[in-house]
């Protein structure tokens, strides 16, 4: 241990025995209606009927007590605190199924937990199917208590977010469906700034600002810039870094930019900050109300709002965050203990669904929360069979240094998270779009890692490309790395990480309350993940994910059949006559025509015979993922859409005069 780290270890401890800040809150997730971007107005999930959710700011060794009661009635809910080391308090780690049960309608869930020593700018959101893209999401500022590695003279925090007009319930089941076979993310139609559309950002002259940036987005990165000013990068994730001076940011979902911004002492003029949707992520613009959007640092309320500042060099230029370099310098872990090596692959399973693979697993939760199963399976808990299999569970021993290679075999960026730690980014590959095939991390190749490695919790990989990252297993718990891109996370782009459950089972427990969820819930907390609990190695009846297409059938093939199917069965004029009644049917009978070999497919009404030893889940409990629905697979026609586009761009004078703020 570094001298400055027991230094702090010591101020730490002394905290505990000092008189401990309590912050409580009492909050109700509930749903509202509001229009942050001023275009639309929609259903949110409010906190105690307000939007946009509070931000949070306490200090080291505080003691932050929520209460979180569900009266959304028809969905479940779940709160994570992103970026908090949860050492020792593994059962609010907030991930359904995982580390708790789904907080199910009337029930309440109280996280109670000290905050660690992780002075930086974090997030809280709902872990629950995509639920925190319908707003429940906020900053959560730990202040260091120590000084920190530079000067400021204000403070402030802002959130960046994509936004839709829908929400996540209504665009989920379009997107898991047959009539979705490429897996196209539902496209979103603004950029937010701190929950409102064209923000507003008031400055006093001659300041230098401390800028929390927060992505609070579930889908898009976002190039950020300023007109004539600059950004000075001082922390990422909550790790301080060398300053760095850029003009250009790329912060992916989930990423947190801390920067100083020094402000300008002429107050005559207002000037642009920038917002732009990473376009290389869309799969099509159609739906795209702004692709930029121009928030205003305000010197002078009587003067005119800035116009749109463009910049030619927004995707070249950006601060690449590989070579920032930490403050308190770790050394790269040499070699590794262990090694998890995964492949990102989206593809078809035999609903005719798109999903996404770590390897051949598509992650589906199972019966039994993980830690649940951590706590209960005695001497089993080593054992990662106990934990199921399409969980992808992997147990880590105490204190083992872990590298994850990570080779994207999919076209797009995906930002991953990993909970419980930072880790050291050891290697980043390029983007291979251009190459005909993914090119995978090559373990022999020299390389020269930097000496101290850039330290984050969510990082992106490139396309067709790779990554390299390690972290030593210190901190005890189950721990989910995953895609924080949700609608991934929807198709499984997740795994289980088992850390050390030795200590897991010597020093955590489980609250009575965390128990009193799970009896509401209906979900069993003892057990292993097939709900077992006189034999840990008996898995039948596990969740597990949808068959395999039989071989031969492509991505491709699908959507050639599935249009080619929409057009013969019933043609355009019949999805309008009969809409959504006639819908649910026709997916039978597109199945029907695809192949005589119906069983195989449609495993679903078969798992009593062949397949009693498996439940075929859904895509990661997500509620989303149950049932195709009509109503939805209309939008696909590009009338409606049209139209909507017109109407949002007569609205957004209004949306872009409002001042919010
Ligand atoms: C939260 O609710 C409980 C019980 O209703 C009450 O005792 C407590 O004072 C409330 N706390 C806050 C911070 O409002
Ligand atoms: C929740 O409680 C309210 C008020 O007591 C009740 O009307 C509602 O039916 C309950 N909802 C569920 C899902 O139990
Ligand atoms: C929170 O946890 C602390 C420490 O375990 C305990 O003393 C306290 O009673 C808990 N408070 C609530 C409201 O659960
Ligand atoms: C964003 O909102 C928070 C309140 O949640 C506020 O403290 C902050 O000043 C706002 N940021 C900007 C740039 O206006
Ligand atoms: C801004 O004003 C301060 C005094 O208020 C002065 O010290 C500083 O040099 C000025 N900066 C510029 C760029 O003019
Ligand atoms: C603010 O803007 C108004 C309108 O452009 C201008 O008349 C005024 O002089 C400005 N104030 C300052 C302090 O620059
Ligand atoms: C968006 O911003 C880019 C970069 O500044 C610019 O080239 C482009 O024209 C802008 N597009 C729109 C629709 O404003
Ligand atoms: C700043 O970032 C650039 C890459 O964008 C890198 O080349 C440089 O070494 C960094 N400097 C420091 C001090 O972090
Ligand atoms: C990913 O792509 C590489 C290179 O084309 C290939 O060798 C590997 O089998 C692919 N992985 C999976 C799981 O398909
Ligand atoms: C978790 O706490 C243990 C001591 O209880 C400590 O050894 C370990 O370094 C901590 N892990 C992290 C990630 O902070
Ligand atoms: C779990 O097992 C118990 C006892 O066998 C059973 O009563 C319960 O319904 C099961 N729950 C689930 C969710 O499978
Ligand atoms: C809520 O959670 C329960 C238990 O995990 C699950 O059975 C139910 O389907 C979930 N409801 C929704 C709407 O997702
Ligand atoms: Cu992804």
Not at 462 to 475: C, D, E, G, I
Request: net charge negative.
């Amino acid at each position: 241990m570094k001298f400055t780290h027991l230094l702090s270890a010591l101020v730490f401890a002394g905290w505990a025995f000092a008189e401990q800040k309590v912050h409580s809150y009492n909050w109700t997730a509930q749903w509202g209606k509001e229009n942050p971007d001023g275009l639309y107005e929609r259903e949110v999930v409010t906190c105690n009927g307000d939007y946009p959710w509070p931000g949070i700011n306490v200090k080291k060794g505080d003691r932050i007590i929520i209460s979180l009661t569900n009266h959304l009635e028809n969905q479940n809910t779940s709160l994570h605190f992103h970026g908090l080391f949860q050492n020792g308090t593994n059962e609010y780690d907030g991930v359904p199924l995982m580390t708790q049960c789904e907080i199910p309608p009337n029930e309440t869930m109280v996280y109670n937990f000290t905050v660690p020593d992780q002075a930086g700018t974090y997030w809280y959101h709902s872990h629950s199917s995509g639920q925190y893209m319908d707003g429940m999401r906020g900053s959560f500022v730990i202040e260091d208590t120590e000084d920190m590695p530079f000067d400021y003279d204000e403070e402030v925090v802002v959130s960046v977010s994509d936004w839709y007009h829908k929400t996540v319930s209504e665009l989920t089941p379009a997107f898991m469906s047959l009539y979705n076979p490429t897996g196209a993310e539902p496209i979103p139609q603004t950029l937010l700034f701190n929950e409102t559309f064209n923000g507003v950002w008031n400055v006093k002259p001659d300041t230098t600002y401390f800028l929390r940036i927060v992505n609070t987005g579930g889908f898009l990165s976002q190039y950020l810039w300023m007109e004539d000013h600059t950004f000075t990068v001082v922390a990422v994730d909550g790790v301080y870094v060398e300053p760095n001076e850029t003009e250009i940011i790329y912060i992916t979902a989930a990423q947190r930019y801390d920067v100083l911004i020094h402000t300008k002492n002429d107050t005559s003029k207002n000037y642009a900050f920038m917002q732009k949707m990473d376009e290389d992520m869309l799969d099509t613009l159609t739906g795209v109300a702004f692709i930029n959007s121009t928030d205003a640092i305000v010197y002078n309320k009587s003067a005119p709002l800035p116009e749109e500042y463009i910049s030619d060099n927004y995707d070249t230029d950006f601060l690449n965050d590989f070579y920032l370099v930490p403050v308190e310098p770790e050394e790269l872990y040499e070699d590794y203990d262990y090694q998890i090596k995964i492949d990102v692959v989206m593809d078809n399973l035999g609903n005719g669904m798109n999903y996404a693979f770590f390897n051949n697993i598509s992650y589906v939760a199972p019966k039994v929360p993980t830690l649940g199963t951590v706590l209960s399976a005695d001497k089993y808990a080593t054992n990662s069979l106990v934990y199921g299999e399409s969980t992808h569970p992997i147990v880590l021993q105490k204190d083992e240094i872990v590298e994850i290679v990570l080779n994207n075999n999919d076209t797009g960026k995906h930002p991953f998270h990993l909970h419980g730690h930072v880790f050291q980014v050891v290697e980043r590959g390029p983007s291979y779009l251009d190459e005909d095939e993914p090119v995978p991390y090559n373990e022999s190749a020299p390389y020269d890692a930097p000496e101290y490695p850039m330290r984050r919790d969510t990082f992106y990989v490139n396309p067709q490309s790779y990554f390299v990252l390690r972290f030593k297993a210190n901190n005890p718990g189950v721990w989910f790395f995953h895609c924080h891109i949700d609608w991934h996370l929807i198709q499984g782009l997740g795994l289980t990480i088992i850390e050390d459950p030795e200590s897991i089972q010597a020093q955590q427990s489980l609250s009575d309350n965390w128990k009193d969820v799970c009896s509401a819930a209906g979900t069993p907390y003892i057990g292993n993940a097939a709900n077992n609990t006189e034999n840990y190695l008996n898995l039948k009846n596990q969740n597990v994910q949808v068959k395999n297409l039989p071989s031969g059938f492509t991505a491709r093939g699908i959507v050639a059949l599935v249009f080619s199917c929409i057009a013969g069965i019933l043609g355009c004029v019949v999805i309008c006559v009969y809409g959504m009644a006639q819908i649910p049917d026709m997916e039978k009978k597109i199945f029907d025509n695809l192949t005589a070999d119906e069983q195989v497919l449609f495993l679903e009404e078969h798992d009593d015979d062949a397949d009693d030893d498996t439940e075929v889940g859904g895509a990661n409990g997500a509620s989303g993922a149950s049932g195709v629905n009509g109503a939805n697979v209309a939008n696909v026609t590009s009338a409606t859409t049209a139209e909507k586009d017109a109407e949002v761009e007569e609205n957004s004078k209004e949306g872009s005069s409002s001042d919010k703020n």
